[in-house]
C-alpha cells in the first residue's frame, strides 16, 4: 500500500530532493500535500508533478498567485490552519518537515500527536521545543520521529537492532567549513563570500555560515540529546573534512560503528521516508581505490566555541536551546548585512545565553516569549 505524504518546505533545497525521491517511486508513496513560503513556480511545478488534492502558500499573500496558476484538481490553500488541516488528514502517513525557522514546530506536534510519522529536518523544531517534541512522539501510539540530517541520520542507522545499554557514545561529525585550517585572526576578518564557500556541501546560505562557524554541530548536538535520549557527556563532534564519515557510534565494549555515504542528502531523506525498508535508489557508489583514507581532527575550541554553547544549552535544558538558537539565528543575519564581523557570532550568542535565566518546557507560548527575548537582546549586542 503507498504511504500518504505531506511535503513541508517542499521548494527549498531539502524540499526539491525530497521531490526527487517521491516521484522516483510512485509505487511507494503518493504525495497528498505540499507547502512552503518559497517560490510559488516551484511549487506549482511540484503539484504538475504529483497532483496533490492541497498545496498550501504558508505566506497568505501568496494565495491569489498560487490559485491561479495551479493545476485542476489541487486546491490551494494559506495560513497556518492550512498547515494544520493538512498535517492532521487521517489518511496521511508521513509529513516530511524541512520548513526554514520556527514554522514548523506546531504542525510537527499536530502531526505527532496525529500518530503520523514525522520525517523531520528542521532543526529549530527540536533545539526549540525538543521536550514538547518528544513527549508527543513517545506519548502518541503511531508517531514516529525519524531524522533527515545527515549526521543524525548516520546515529539512527548505526544504532539499529543496538539496545541503549551497549551504547557508550554518540559522535557526530562535521566538515570544519571553509575556516578549519585558517588562524583565529583570519577567521575574524572573514567575510560573508569566505563564510559561503562550503569545501563539500551545497547549502543554503544560513545553514553554509553556520557551518563556517560550526553552529550548526552546536544544535545539532543538541537535537541529538533529545532524538536519541543521551546526556551531553554522551554526545561528542570531531571534524571528517571529506563528509564521508556522517556518524559514529562507540560501544560499551570498545568497537565504534561508524555509517559512511557520498555527501548527498537524497539517502538520508529516501531513508526516513521508507524505514524500516531500504529503497535500492540509484546512488552514486564509493571509489573505494580513491577512499585511501578518511581523517579525524579534534575540534580548536579555542577557535571554534560552539560547542561549549551546546554544552551548556544541554546541561541546562529548558527555554536555553531556544535562545541558542534564536540569537544564532540573529547574529547569522547581522553578520549576513555586513553589520558585524564573523567572530561576532559567538560573542552575540554567548552574551545572550548569559544573560537568560533558563526555565523548564512548559508551553509553546512559554517558548515563543524567550526566543523573542532572546532575538531583541541578540539585535543590540555590542560588539
Known amino acids: 500500500m503507498k504511504k500518504k505524504v505531506v511535503v513541508l518546505g517542499a521548494t527549498g533545497s531539502i524540499g526539491r530532493n525530497a521531490a526527487l525521491e517521491l516521484e522516483a517511486y510512485p509505487e511507494k508513496f503518493e504525495v497528498v500535500g505540499l507547502a512552503a513560503r518559497g517560490s510559488v513556480d516551484e511549487l506549482v511545478r511540484?503539484?504538475?508533478?504529483?497532483?496533490?488534492?492541497?498545496?498550501v502558500a504558508t505566506d497568505g499573500a501568496r494565495y491569489e498567485e498560487l490559485a491561479s496558476k495551479l493545476p485542476p484538481g489541487s486546491r490551494a490553500l494559506a495560513g497556518e490552519e492550512a498547515l494544520t488541516e493538512l498535517v492532521t488528514s487521517p489518511d496521511v502517513d508521513i509529513v516530511l518537515c524541512a520548513i526554514i525557522?520556527?514554522?514548523?514546530?506546531?504542525?510537527?506536534?499536530?502531526?505527532?500527536?496525529?500518530g503520523k510519522r514525522v520525517a523531520l529536518a528542521s532543526k529549530e523544531v527540536l533545539c526549540m521545543a525538543g521536550e514538547l517534541v518528544m513527549k508527543a512522539a513517545k506519548g502518541t501510539p503511531g508517531a514516529e520521529l525519524l531524522p533527515i540530517d545527515s549526521e543524525h541520520s548516520g546515529v539512527f542507522q548505526c544504532l539499529a537492532g543496538r539496545r541503549p545499554e551497549e551504547v557508550a557514545r554518540l559522535w557526530l561529525t562535521a566538515s570544519g567549513g571553509?575556516?578549519?585550517?585558517?588562524?583565529?585572526?583570519?577567521?575574524?576578518?572573514?567575510?560573508v563570500e569566505d563564510a559561503l564557500r562550503?569545501?563539500?556541501?551545497?547549502m543554503g546560505a544560513?545553514?553554509?555560515?553556520?557551518?563556517?562557524s560550526l553552529m550548526n554541530k552546536a544544535l545539532e548536538l543538541v537535537e541529538a540529546r533529545y532524538l536519541f535520549g543521551v546526556e551531553g557527556d554522551r554526545l561528542g563532534a570531531v571534524i571528517e573534512p571529506h563528509s564521508i564519515v556522517h556518524a559514529l557510534v562507540e560501544l560499551t565494549d570498545g568497537g565504534c560503528i561508524a555509517q559512511l555515504?557520498?555527501?548527498?542528502?537524497?539517502?538520508?531523506?529516501?531513508?526516513?521516508l521508507s524505514f524500516p525498508e531500504r529503497l535500492a535508489g540509484k546512488p552514486e557508489r564509493f571509489d573505494f581505490s580513491r577512499l585511501n583514507r578518511?581523517?579525524?581532527?579534534?575540534?580548536?575550541?579555542?577557535?571554534?566555541p560552539s560547542l561549549g554553547f551546546a554544552r551548556q544549552a544541554i546541561a541546562c535544558g529548558g527555554t536555553l536551546p531556544a535562545v541558542m538558537n534564536a540569537a544564532n539565528e540573529v547574529a547569522v543575519e547581522?553578520?549576513?548585512?555586513?553589520?558585524?564581523?564573523?567572530?561576532?557570532?559567538?560573542?552575540i550568542v554567548g552574551k545572550t545565553m548569559a544573560r537568560h535565566t533558563a526555565e523548564p518546557q512548559e508551553s509553546l507560548e512559554q517558548i515563543r516569549e524567550a526566543d523573542l527575548e532572546a532575538r531583541r537582546f541578540a539585535e543590540t549586542v555590542a560588539c
Not at 571553509?178 to 567575510?191: K, L, Q, Y
Not at 547581522?334 to 560573542?347: G, L, N, P, Q
Open 178 to 191: 571553509p575556516f578549519r585550517t585558517w588562524s583565529a585572526e583570519a577567521i575574524a576578518r572573514a567575510t
Open 334 to 347: 547581522r553578520f549576513m548585512r555586513r553589520e558585524v564581523r564573523f567572530s561576532d557570532i559567538w560573542k
Open 46 to 55: 511540484q503539484a504538475g508533478i504529483f497532483h496533490p488534492r492541497s498545496v
Open 198 to 202: 562550503h569545501p563539500t556541501w551545497n
Open 261 to 272: 555515504a557520498v555527501p548527498d542528502m537524497r539517502l538520508p531523506i529516501r531513508y526516513a
Open 294 to 304: 578518511v581523517d579525524f581532527i579534534p575540534v580548536d575550541e579555542s577557535k571554534f
Open 206 to 212: 544560513k545553514i553554509t555560515i553556520d557551518s563556517a
Open 101 to 114: 525557522g520556527t514554522a514548523g514546530i506546531v504542525p510537527v506536534l499536530k502531526a505527532l500527536a496525529c
